[in-house]
């Protein structure tokens, strides 16, 4: 017999990353119930594509209703601090599985506590399915394939990219927080822009920093690498602007200012237009090393990352359907659920090269 369709619902539908991956799903011939909390949004989009939508808030006791008959959720709406931990416990509770295109640590590290409770109820439980984490977990898993015994990696991406409003948001909560590494097998918090080098992404030398991004969680659960970092590159300016930054960090743990500079940021940004995605590549960065100062280095070359989070996105969710009945539940990241070789199978992607 045949395998059902999978039924799924794309919640923060009505957003810059959701709104594109529903045009997408509707080209490849999908019909995922549109979802978020504003129905005055969601209605014109779901009348454009023709498909049904559902509004509800991301409480626990109001969301369990709306999973009558979906089999996967497709969360999209961040940042996810605020979404995605009562979801993925409502998911648990009706045995849907779960996905979402987060990078922020702490919603990993939530994840990875719910293991057991994915386990028992049968379901996949895979935050980060987009960019940065598709392709630096993919990497991650490479390196450590290539070199077994390491015991310290740094990741990092070059993205020329401008980002989309909730982007934006995620990144001001993430300056609050401060910098993240991991060390002996434990997330650090450190002064943002911690450490400085040069490194070259693929596409030449660059000065880089270091970053609090969601990888600091995922390699770990992926690779059992105890130290990691992770980097981007920034101008001499950007990165004494980054180290400035912790002097008024500690000002933005206050919600009030984070909801007037993240409502500033919903007014001028809107993420970038068709052509400029198809003009703003990224290239992808990793190093491994082992007790003995053996190194090995790998590179990548993707679509820009909001393109690939919306190829990403779709082929997690066609995996799933394919594998349903045979997928054993619990939380995973991308390359745990699907290999490392999921970075190059979508498109624009170049293969892993590992020197």
């Known amino acids: 017999m045949s395998t059902p369709p999978l039924q799924w619902l794309l919640y923060g539908a009505y957003g810059y990353t959701g709104e594109l991956i529903a045009r997408e799903a509707v080209k490849r011939g999908l019909k995922p119930v549109l979802a978020g909390r504003d129905a005055n949004k969601l209605k014109p989009l779901a ?210 200012l984070q909801n007037i500079v993240k409502a500033k940021v919903a007014e001028k940004m809107k993420g970038p237009d068709a052509q400029a995605r198809a003009a703003e590549p990224t290239y992808v960065w990793g190093e491994a090393r082992n007790p003995a100062g053996v190194t090995k280095t790998a590179r990548i070359k993707t679509a820009n990352g909001y393109s690939l989070t919306i190829t990403g996105a779709l082929a997690v969710v066609a995996h799933i359907e394919k594998k349903q009945n045979a997928l054993a539940g619990g939380t995973y990241t991308p390359s745990k659920l699907m290999g490392s070789k999921l970075v190059e199978q979508l498109p624009e992607s170049s293969s892993i090269k590992i020197t």
């Open 47 to 256: 009348d454009e594509l023709g498909l049904e939508y559902k509004a509800f808030p991301l409480e626990l006791g109001f969301i369990k209703p709306y999973l009558t008959d979906i089999d996967l959720v497709l969360n999209c709406a961040g940042p996810f601090s605020a979404t995605a931990a009562a979801f993925m416990l409502a998911c648990i509770g009706a045995k849907v599985h779960y996905l979402d295109i987060t990078g922020e640590i702490d919603v990993f590290e939530f994840a990875h506590t719910l293991h057991s409770q994915a386990q028992e109820a049968g379901i996949v439980i895979c935050p980060g399915v987009g960019f940065d984490v598709i392709p630096t977990d993919c990497v991650a898993a490479a390196l450590k394939a290539a070199l077994p015994d390491a015991n310290y990696l740094a990741l990092g991406f070059d993205s020329r990219s401008s980002f989309s409003p909730g982007t934006m948001k995620t990144s001001i909560e993430g300056i609050a927080k401060g910098g993240k590494v991991r060390r002996n097998g434990v997330i650090t918090k450190v002064p943002l822009a911690y450490k400085v080098k040069h490194i070259d992404f693929g596409n030449h030398l660059k000065s880089a920093m270091t970053i609090p991004w969601g990888d600091v969680s995922t390699a770990f659960h992926s690779t059992g690498i105890p130290n990691i970092e992770v980097y981007i590159p920034g101008s001499p300016k950007r990165i004494k602007n980054a180290k400035r930054a912790n002097w008024f960090r500690p000002f933005l743990k206050f919600q009030w």
